[in-house]
C-alpha cells in the first residue's frame, strides 16, 4: 500500500493571498531583487519571449526584402545587420534564457524543494543576460564608434575570421557582438552550475536520481552540455578581443593566424549548443506526452541514456559544419560518421514518444497538438540532418536554404513548437488561469500552417542553389516565386504569434481559473496552489515513485510497485 | 455530426493550408532560366554528388514514411472519445526487447550509410588528377573572383573558361581556391559542390565537366556586405572555343591610338593604381584585370551585362549596382567618363 504521506494535503498553500497590499512601485521593486526562482524563471521567460518579437521583427524586414528579386526594400548593409542580429539575438538571447526559464521556474517544483541551491548566483546570472543582452542591442546606437561606419554587427552570427578583423570590421560592432556573448556566457555558467547543484543536493525525500521526473533529467544534461561548450566560446571571444585591440595573432591571417582556428572554436561551442538549445523542447514533449496520453512515459531508462547519449555523441560532430573547408578525406569520413551516430539516441527518443502514445487515451488539448507537430517536424529535421551529415552531398546543401530549412525545422519546427506546448501547460501553474483555448487552436493551426508554407518551401530554393546570407538575387534564377511563398508563410506565422500575444495578456487578465491540476497530471508541481507561494511546499513532499501523483490519485495500483 | 471545436478550426486552416500551396505549386510549374539545380548536374563530382543524394532521399523517406504512418496511426487509432469514459489505459512501462529492436535497426541504416558515404568522400576527395588536367588557380577577393592559369600565363577575372572533357580522354580541370582578404565559397551546384577560399589555407577541388554551355553559381561564404553579388559564371567551352579564348587572352591589350584621350584618363586618374591592363603602364592588383575586358559578358562580377551604359555608369557610380563594393567612384567629368568608357570599349 502507497503511502499516504505524500504531498497532495500537506503541501497546498492555504495562507491568503496578499495581492493589493503593495504599490506598484513595491511590486516592481520586489521583482528586481527578488532570488525567488518562480519569479526568476517567469523573467528569464519574458526576455525571451521579448526577444523573440525583436528577433521575429527582425526577420519580417529580411523576408520583405527577399520576396521579390532585385528588391531595394533594404540596403545591404542594413540587411546584413538584420541577419546577424536575427541569428545572434535568436540564439543567445532566446534559446538560452528559455533554458534557464524553464530550468528555474520547473526544477524545485518538480523535485519538491523550495528554491534552487544557490538563489543569489540565480540572480546574477538573470541580470547577467539581461544587460548582456542590453549590450548587444546598445550597438545600434554605439557600435559605430568614432570611425562612422556601420552600427550593429554585421558579420553572420558565425562572426568567421577574418571577417571579424579590424581591418575588414571598422567601428565598435563586432566588440558589442564579442562582449555582449562574453557577459550572456558568464550567465549562462552561473545558471548551469546552479541548475546541476540543485538537482543534485536538492532533491526530497523518496527521489533518486531515477525517479526525478524526464523534464529535469534532460535540464540537468543540458547544463552539464553548456559547462563544457561555453567554455571554448568565451575563449574564442577573448582571443577576438586580443587580435582586435592588443595586437595578438590568433585568427588575422595577413600575419600567419589561422581563419579555421576560429572555425573549430567556434563551433565544438556552436553544434553542441543546438542540443543545449533542444533539450527543454525534449523535456516539454517528455512531460506533456504522457499526461495527454494518459499513461507514463515508455522507456524511462532508455530515455535518461538516450539524453546522455545525443549530450555525448554532440560533442564529437562539431566539424560536419566544417565540410566545405577543406579537410582530409578522412576527417570527413570521421564527421560523416559521428554525426550519424547521433541519429540513433534521436531515433530511440522519437520511437519511445510514439510508444507513451500508444495505447492510450490521446487529448488533443492545445498543449499536445504542439507536441503532435513537434513530433513529424522533429522527425523531418532528423531526416535532414542525417543527409547533411553526408559529406559529399553537404558539399552542395551546406550554406544553402536547405540548411537554412533544416536548422529552422529544428528551433522553431521543435523548439518553439514545443516552448507554446509548455506555455499553454504551465501557465495555469504559473498564474492561475487557464489560457483560452479557442485561441491557442487558432494559434497552433495558423502557425503551423504558417510554418510550413515558410519551411517546407526553403528546402527547395536549397536544392535550387540559393545560398544563405544573400540581401538579393538575380530575377532569372528561378527563385522568384517560392521566395514569395517562403515570405507569405513568414507572414502568417507573425499572425499566429500575435494571436497568442493576445491571449497571453487576456487570459492573463480574465482567464478561467485554473485550480491546482487542471490537467490531472502526475508531477509534484501539480500538487502545490496555483501559482504557487513563494516556499512552494509548505511541507517537505515525499515521494515513492516517478509519479508521486498518480500513487496518490491510484492508491489501488501505485506505480512504485512495477519501478 | 457535430465536429470537435478543434477539428472546425483545423478546418478552416485546411483551406488556407491548401491555398498555400496552390501557390507554391504554381510556383514550381513557372519555367525558371538558369537554375543551378543541384539535381542538373552535367560535371563529374557534382554527378556522383547526385547518385549519393538519390540513394541517401530514397533511405531517409523510407524512414519518414514509416515511421511518420506509425505515428498519424497512433494520432488517429488512440484520440480520446467523447464518452464519459475517465478510466485511465493500461499502464505500461516500457520493453527491454522492443528497445533493442529500435536500436539496432537505425545502427544497421548507418552503417549502409556510412559507408557509401565513404565511398564517395574518397572516390572525389582522393582522385588522382591526369596529366591533361587543366590547372587553374581561383582567388576570392571582395567582392569578385579573379582565375589564374599558370601554364597558360594567363590572368583573368569573374567569367572561368574550362574546356569540356570527354569521358574517353578525360581533361579535367583542377582548381586551387586561395583567398585574397575574407573567407568565400566556390559554388557552382551543376558542376561540383563548394569548397571554400580561406586566407592562409590553399584548398582544392576538380570538375571534369561533360556539357557544354554556361554555369551560374555564386559566392556561398559570407564575405562582407556585397557577398550577394559575388556571382560566377563557369563557361564550359568546346576544345577549339577554349583553344580560341585562351588565344585571345593571351595577346597584350589593344593599342588603339584613336582611344589616347581615354587611355590617359585612365593611367592618370588613378584607375591603373588597381587595375591591369597588360602591355600598358597600367599594373594595379587589387582590381579584377582588364586587358579583355570586352571579352566578357558580365561587368560587376556577374551582376549587369557588359554594355556601353552600364560600363560608363559603373565607372562614375560602382555604388548605382554595388552599394558597398569597394571601387570608389572617381568623380570622373562626363567628357572623360566618356572617354575612358570609350577607351575600355576596345580591350576586346
Known amino acids: 500500500m502507497a503511502d499516504r504521506t505524500l504531498p497532495i494535503d500537506g503541501s497546498l498553500d492555504l495562507t491568503p493571498p496578499r495581492e493589493g497590499e503593495s504599490t506598484w512601485l513595491e511590486t516592481l521593486h520586489s521583482w528586481v531583487i527578488t532570488v525567488d526562482h518562480k519569479k526568476l524563471g517567469l523573467m528569464y521567460m519574458m526576455l525571451a519571449i521579448f526577444f523573440l518579437l525583436v528577433g521575429g521583427g527582425e526577420v519580417l524586414f529580411i523576408r520583405i526584402q527577399l520576396a521579390v528579386p532585385n528588391n531595394h526594400f533594404i540596403s545591404p548593409q542594413v540587411f546584413n545587420r538584420l541577419f546577424t542580429m536575427h541569428g545572434t539575438t535568436m540564439v543567445f538571447l532566446v534559446g538560452m534564457p528559455l533554458v534557464f526559464a524553464w530550468a528555474n521556474y520547473m526544477i524545485p517544483l518538480q523535485i519538491g524543494a523550495r528554491d534552487m541551491a544557490f538563489p543569489r548566483l540565480n540572480a546574477f546570472s538573470f541580470w547577467l543576460t539581461a544587460f548582456g543582452a542590453l549590450f548587444l542591442y546598445f550597438s545600434f546606437l554605439g557600435g559605430a564608434g568614432l570611425y562612422g561606419v ?163 555523441v554532440s560533442l564529437g560532430v562539431w566539424a560536419h559544419h566544417m565540410f566545405t573547408v577543406g579537410m582530409t578525406s578522412a576527417g570527413n569520413a570521421f564527421f560523416a560518421l559521428s554525426t550519424m551516430l547521433v541519429g540513433i539516441p534521436t531515433g530511440i527518443k522519437i520511437f519511445n514518444w510514439v510508444a507513451t502514445m500508444w495505447g492510450g487515451k490521446i487529448r488533443f488539448a492545445t498543449p499536445m497538438l504542439f507536441c503532435t507537430a513537434f513530433l513529424f517536424q522533429f522527425l523531418t529535421a532528423g531526416l535532414t540532418g542525417i543527409m547533411l551529415s553526408v559529406a559529399p552531398w553537404n558539399w552542395q546543401l551546406h550554406g544553402s536554404y536547405f540548411v537554412i530549412a533544416h536548422f529552422h525545422y529544428i528551433l522553431v519546427g521543435a523548439i518553439v513548437f514545443n516552448v507554446f506546448a509548455g506555455i499553454y501547460y504551465w501557465f495555469p501553474k504559473a498564474t492561475g488561469r487557464m489560457m483560452n483555448e479557442t485561441l491557442g487552436k487558432w494559434h497552433f493551426w495558423l502557425f503551423f500552417i504558417g510554418f510550413h508554407v515558410t519551411f517546407d518551401t526553403m528546402h527547395f530554393l536549397g536544392f535550387e542553389g540559393m545560398p544563405r546570407w544573400i540581401y538579393t538575387y538575380p530575377a532569372d534564377r528561378g527563385w522568384d516565386h517560392l521566395n514569395l511563398v517562403v515570405s507569405i508563410g513568414g507572414l502568417i506565422q507573425g499572425v499566429a504569434v500575435l494571436i497568442f500575444a493576445y491571449n497571453l495578456i487576456s487570459s492573463l487578465l480574465k482567464g478561467t481559473i485554473a485550480g491546482n ?5 502526475w508531477t509534484l508541481e501539480w500538487s502545490t496552489a496555483s501559482p504557487p507561494p513563494a516556499y512552494n511546499f509548505a511541507t517537505d513532499p515525499v515521494v515513492h515513485s516517478r509519479r508521486p501523483l498518480w500513487d496518490v490519485k491510484h492508491p489501488e495500483d501505485p506505480d512504485w510497485k512495477y519501478e | 455530426m457535430m465536429l470537435p471545436e478543434w477539428l472546425r478550426v483545423g478546418r478552416i486552416a485546411g483551406f488556407v493550408f491548401l491555398l498555400a500551396m496552390f501557390l507554391s505549386s504554381y510556383a514550381f510549374a513557372e519555367g525558371p532560366q538558369s537554375t543551378p539545380s543541384i539535381f542538373a548536374p552535367t560535371s563529374t563530382p557534382a554527378i556522383d554528388i547526385h547518385h549519393l543524394s538519390l540513394f541517401v532521399l530514397e533511405i531517409t523517406g523510407a524512414i519518414f514514411v514509416v515511421v511518420a504512418s506509425l505515428l498519424t496511426y497512433v494520432i488517429i487509432r488512440f484520440r480520446a472519445g467523447n464518452a464519459e469514459d475517465d478510466r485511465e489505459p493500461a499502464q505500461i512501462y516500457g520493453s527491454n526487447q522492443v528497445e533493442l529492436a529500435w536500436t539496432v535497426i537505425p545502427v544497421l541504416i548507418v552503417v549502409v550509410l556510412f559507408l557509401t558515404t565513404a565511398r564517395v568522400i574518397f572516390a572525389i576527395q582522393d582522385a588522382p588528377m591526369p596529366q591533361a588536367a587543366l590547372d587553374v588557380t581561383v582567388i576570392g577577393h571582395q567582392f569578385w573572383w579573379e582565375y589564374r592559369y599558370p601554364k597558360q600565363g594567363l590572368v583573368v577575372a569573374n567569367e572561368l573558361h574550362v574546356p569540356l572533357s570527354d569521358a574517353k580522354q578525360p581533361t579535367p580541370t583542377h582548381l586551387k581556391l586561395l583567398s585574397a582578404d575574407a573567407d568565400h565559397s566556390f559554388w557552382v551546384p551543376q558542376l561540383m559542390g563548394k569548397i571554400d577560399l580561406i586566407p592562409n589555407h590553399p584548398n582544392e577541388m576538380w570538375i571534369n565537366p561533360l556539357t557544354s554551355g554556361l554555369y551560374v553559381g555564386q559566392c556561398a561564404q559570407f564575405c562582407g556586405v556585397q557577398h550577394a553579388n559575388m556571382l560566377l559564371r563557369v563557361y564550359v567551352d568546346t576544345p577549339e572555343q577554349f583553344a580560341a579564348w585562351v588565344n585571345n587572352q593571351a595577346k597584350p591589350g589593344m593599342q588603339d591610338p584613336s582611344v589616347a584621350e581615354g587611355r590617359r584618363v585612365f593611367e592618370t586618374e588613378a584607375c591603373m593604381n588597381c587595375h591591369t591592363v597588360q602591355g600598358t603602364a597600367a599594373t594595379g592588383r587589387f582590381g579584377p584585370d582588364l586587358t579583355h575586358l570586352m571579352s566578357r559578358d558580365t561587368l560587376a562580377s556577374g551582376e549587369i551585362p557588359n554594355t556601353r551604359d552600364n560600363l560608363r555608369q559603373w565607372i562614375k557610380s560602382p555604388d548605382s549596382f554595388k552599394p558597398g563594393a569597394l571601387m570608389p567612384a572617381m568623380q570622373l567629368s562626363d567628357s572623360q567618363l566618356d572617354q575612358v568608357t570609350t577607351y575600355l570599349e576596345t580591350l576586346k
Open chain 1, 150 to 312: 556601420g552600427n550593429a554587427p554585421d558579420v553572420t552570427w558565425w562572426a568567421y575570421a577574418p571577417l571579424t578583423a579590424r581591418a575588414f570590421s571598422p567601428g565598435n560592432a563586432t566588440d558589442y557582438w564579442a562582449l555582449a556573448l562574453l557577459v550572456t556566457g558568464f550567465g549562462t555558467l552561473g545558471g548551469a552550475i546552479n541548475i546541476i547543484a540543485t538537482a543534485l543536493s536538492m532533491r526530497c525525500k523518496g527521489m533518486t536520481l531515477m525517479r526525478m521526473p524526464l523534464f529535469t533529467w534532460l535540464l540537468v544534461v543540458d547544463s552539464g552540455l553548456l559547462l563544457i561548450t561555453i567554455t571554448p566560446l568565451t575563449a574564442a571571444q577573448v582571443m577576438l578581443m586580443l587580435d582586435r585591440y592588443l595586437g595578438s595573432h590568433f585568427f588575422d591571417t595577413q600575419a600567419g593566424g589561422q581563419a579555421y582556428l576560429w572555425m573549430h572554436f567556434f563551433w565544438i561551442f556552436g553544434h553542441p549548443e543546438v542540443y543545449v538549445l533542444v533539450f527543454p523542447a525534449f523535456a516539454i514533449a517528455s512531460e506533456v506526452i504522457p499526461v495527454f496520453s494518459r499513461k507514463a512515459i515508455f522507456g524511462y531508462p532508455a530515455m535518461v541514456a538516450a539524453s546522455v547519449g545525443i549530450a555525448f
Open chain 1, 517 to 521: 491540476d487542471p490537467w490531472d497530471a
